[in-house]
């Protein structure tokens, strides 16, 4: 047996682990060697779609190549998933889709994706809070008078989410369970037609983005109560926040995110986020997410998104079990 002394041991260590970086650096330098497609989770016109089309061009014009941008709407979202798994591993095939693909989702469907372990988030593009919302004639015109009048009339007051199991549901939970009140859920299949009922007075409450609020709002159409971000939103600054009126455990942010799949080579994740961070830094990028009804993303590390998406997940699972919700 031949014996290896320690100078020799650690040159071997050092040239094996030389080695092993050799890939990565080449598939860091070979990226991108084709155009990009970046594949959306829902349908064309959508927020997901608006957004992967404002961030697409520049990130792809930053990495030296063309891209095109593929609504795939459907199942949840797991439609999208899977046409991002069933292509090459090497980050030449990007999504763009909500956070809660990873952390509402699995609690709501019962899918054959494991979605915590086959999506690997590189950034963070926009992000922005729900605001819980009344048709103008509600008698309330604050939070406060709110639950006071839902404590008045037990039983009889109903609160919309665009589907069961989400966090527009999930907050409608956590308000009765922090106010002491017991608001009725109704889901619907989308926010278009639950805010619809909403306008028709059919249902007086809901909770919905703020995204797809805001026009209505601005128009007159609803009113706002409170938003759950962590500070008032720019577009919504006389909304107070749910934490300003003593709700916190209501603070909840949702975030338009750039998924991979967690084995594209590191090198290549590690370029795509520092050029999303690059795109999202634009002040045209910035202003026209504001005029989306979004924040522009934080920039946050992948490890720090994916810690974020755990503990989300815990919280929609926690709030769901306890009403014995279960996914279909």
């Given at each position: 047996?031949?014996?290896?002394?320690?100078?020799e041991?650690?040159?071997?260590?050092?040239?094996?682990?030389?080695?092993?970086?050799?890939?990565?650096?080449?598939?860091?330098q070979?990226?991108?060697?084709?155009?990009?497609?970046?594949?959306v989770?829902?349908?064309?016109?959508a927020?997901?779609?608006?957004?992967?089309?404002?961030?697409?061009?520049?990130?792809?014009?930053?990495?030296?190549?063309?891209?095109?941008?593929?609504?795939?709407?459907?199942?949840?979202?797991?439609?999208?998933?899977?046409?991002?798994?069933?292509?090459?591993?090497?980050?030449?095939?990007?999504?763009?889709?909500?956070?809660?693909l990873?952390?509402?989702?699995?609690?709501?469907?019962?899918?054959?994706?494991?979605?915590?372990?086959?999506?690997r988030?590189?950034?963070?593009?926009?992000?922005?809070?729900?605001?819980?919302?009344?048709?103008?004639?509600?008698?309330?015109?604050?939070?406060?008078?709110?639950?006071?009048?839902?404590?008045?009339?037990?039983g009889k007051?109903?609160?919309?989410?665009?589907?069961?199991?989400?966090?527009?549901?999930?907050?409608?939970?956590l308000?009765?369970?922090a106010?002491?009140?017991d608001l009725?859920?109704?889901?619907?299949?989308?926010?278009?037609?639950?805010?619809?009922?909403?306008?028709?007075?059919?249902?007086?409450?809901?909770?919905?983005?703020?995204?797809?609020?805001?026009?209505?709002?601005?128009?007159?159409?609803?009113?706002?109560?409170?938003?759950?971000?962590p500070?008032?939103?720019?577009?919504?600054?006389?909304?107070?926040?749910?934490?300003?009126?003593?709700?916190?455990?209501?603070?909840?942010?949702?975030?338009?995110?750039?998924?991979?799949?967690?084995?594209?080579?590191?090198?290549?994740q590690?370029?795509?986020?520092?050029?999303a961070?690059?795109?999202?830094?634009?002040?045209?990028?910035?202003?026209?997410l504001?005029?989306?009804?979004?924040?522009v993303?934080?920039?946050?590390?992948?490890?720090?998104?994916?810690?974020?998406?755990?503990?989300?997940?815990?919280?929609?699972?926690?709030?769901?079990?306890?009403?014995?919700?279960?996914?279909?």
């Amino acid at each position: 047996m031949t014996t290896i002394s320690s100078p020799e041991r650690r040159q071997l260590l050092a040239a094996v682990a030389l080695a092993a970086l050799v890939p990565s650096r080449a598939a860091a330098q070979g990226f991108p060697s084709k155009p990009l497609r970046v594949v959306v989770a829902g349908p064309a016109g959508a927020s997901a779609d608006l957004i992967a089309r404002l961030v697409t061009e520049p990130l792809a014009k930053n990495l030296g190549q063309t891209a095109i941008v593929e609504p795939k709407p459907g199942a949840a979202g797991a439609i999208a998933v899977n046409d991002l798994l069933q292509a090459p591993h090497d980050g030449h095939t990007l999504l763009v889709g909500v956070n809660s693909l990873v952390s509402e989702i699995p609690h709501i469907v019962k899918l054959r994706i494991d979605m915590a372990k086959s999506l690997r988030p590189l950034a963070e593009l926009a992000r922005g809070g729900l605001v819980l919302v009344g048709h103008p004639i509600f008698p309330a015109k604050n939070l406060a008078e709110l639950v006071a009048y839902v404590k008045a009339h037990p039983g009889k007051v109903n609160v919309a989410s665009y589907s069961a199991g989400t966090l527009s549901h999930v907050l409608g939970l956590l308000l009765n369970q922090a106010a002491g009140i017991d608001l009725l859920h109704v889901g619907y299949k989308g926010s278009s037609p639950a805010l619809a009922d909403v306008m028709g007075n059919h249902v007086p409450l809901m909770f919905d983005s703020i995204a797809t609020s805001l026009p209505l709002i601005q128009g007159g159409k609803i009113k706002a109560f409170a938003v759950s971000t962590p500070r008032r939103s720019p577009v919504l600054p006389d909304v107070p926040t749910f934490t300003e009126l003593g709700y916190p455990k209501l603070e909840a942010l949702a975030w338009m995110g750039l998924w991979c799949p967690p084995d594209v080579p590191a090198a290549t994740q590690a370029r795509v986020h520092e050029t999303a961070l690059k795109v999202l830094a634009s002040p045209a990028v910035r202003e026209r997410l504001l005029e989306l009804g979004f924040d522009v993303g934080a920039p946050r590390s992948p490890d720090e998104m994916a810690a974020a998406l755990k503990v989300d997940s815990d919280r929609v699972g926690a709030v769901l079990k306890s009403i014995g919700f279960q996914p279909e």
